[in-house]
């Protein structure tokens, strides 16, 4: 049964860095791409940054280029993300997904299998 479990969400002041951690079973990161997605209060979720399984690619959206990094680390089965100078607008609950899809070009919620629970991420001073 695929499973994913995001952690390393919490409370920072603005400017400051958290690293998310997604933890998948059940299946394996070399043939599922990943996907970070985030839903703030009264918003649709939107696509962060997804990784593909093929080739490693990523993509990012445009509001967190050149302060995310997505990542991963095929032998613990773990996607990464990295979130430097974090911004109040950044605050929303953070989920992972799976697709069965092997390259991904742009963060699709419709292309994601599996979801994991989300993890809140809440930049404020």
């Known amino acids: 049964q695929a499973r994913l479990v995001e952690s390393g969400g919490g409370l920072v002041q603005p400017g400051g860095s958290l690293r998310l951690s997604c933890a998948v079973s059940?299946?394996?990161?070399?043939?599922?791409?990943i996907g970070w997605f985030r839903q703030a209060p009264g918003k649709e979720r939107e696509g962060v940054s997804c990784?593909?399984?093929?080739?490693?690619?990523?993509y990012y959206a445009d509001s967190v280029k050149g302060r995310f990094t997505i990542s991963r680390d095929n032998a613990k089965n773990t996607v990464y993300l990295q979130m430097n100078s974090l911004k109040p607008e950044d605050t929303a609950i953070y989920y992972c997904?799976?697709?069965?899809?092997?390259?991904?070009?742009?963060?699709?919620?419709?292309?994601?299998?599996?979801w994991g629970q989300g993890t809140q991420v809440t930049v404020s001073s």
């Open positions: 059940g299946f394996t990161l070399d043939y599922y791409s």
């Open positions: 990784i593909s399984s093929s080739d490693g690619s990523t």
């Open positions: 997904a799976a697709s069965s899809l092997l390259l991904i070009t742009q963060c699709i919620l419709e292309a994601y299998d599996y």
